[in-house]
Antibody, heavy 121, light 108 residues
């Protein structure tokens, strides 16, 4: 069974940083591209970033480019999202997504349950 | 960045009736489009990929069509469990993964 478990969310101040992790199991992690999708309270899905199976190609939404960095450790079956210079509009549930192939140019076939990132005033 | 536009934002439908949801891409995405269903408090569920191929376990009342920039998700006869938000996603053009803003299908 494919399992994706996110961690690392929490309260952060504007301008702060957080590092999200996604522990994967139940499949050959290095054979699949992975991504992060976020959903602000009451809003729709927003694709954030994705990385191919080997970690050689990464993609970012314009809204996070230059502030967020996606990476993976295939030896640990773990996906990461380093979030810097955080803004109030980054408040959302961040969900780890497994893509259908090693390339990022494919659909999501499995989702984690998400981790919440919120801001303290 | 490619923009995906869904319409309508909200669709009110009576159980047993059909529903047609639209998704438009700002540039051609060929047939590289997926549809997802999301219910409150749940993660999205893949319905359609490749614009028209149903995912495993998806009932035949869901069908997808289109290519290029215009796509449609049709639900032939809405069941109570189909009332949800539906998202399209392109995975053809850089950057891959862009979602539409969603269409909420509500009970009329």
């Amino acid at each position: 069974e494919v399992l994706l478990v996110e961690s690392g969310g929490g309260l952060v101040q504007p301008g702060g940083s957080l590092r999200l992790s996604c522990a994967a199991s139940g499949f050959t992690f290095s054979s699949y591209a992975m991504g992060w999708v976020r959903q602000a309270p009451g809003k729709g899905l927003e694709w954030v970033s994705s990385i191919d199976g080997r970690g050689g190609s990464t993609y970012y939404a314009d809204s996070v480019k230059g502030r967020f960095t996606i990476s993976r450790d295939n030896s640990k079956n773990t996906l990461y999202l380093q979030m810097d210079s955080l803004r109030a509009e980054d408040t959302a549930v961040y969900t780890c997504a497994k893509l259908r192939s090693t390339s990022c140019y494919t659909w999501v076939d499995c989702w984690g349950q998400g981790t919440l990132v919120t801001f303290s005033s | 960045e490619i923009v995906m536009t869904q319409s309508p934002a909200t669709l009110s439908v009576s159980p047993g009736e059909g529903a047609t949801l639209s998704c438009r891409a700002s540039q051609s995405v060929s047939s590289n489009l997926a549809w997802y269903q999301q219910k409150p408090g749940q993660v999205p569920r893949l319905l359609i990929y490749g614009a028209s191929t149903r995912a495993n376990g998806i009932p035949a009342r869901f069908s997808g069509s289109g290519s290029g920039t215009e796509f449609t998700l049709t639900i032939s006869s809405l069941q109570s469990e189909d009332f949800a938000v539906y998202y399209c996603q392109q995975y053809n053009s850089w950057p891959p993964g862009t979602f539409g803003q969603g269409t909420q299908v509500e009970i009329k």
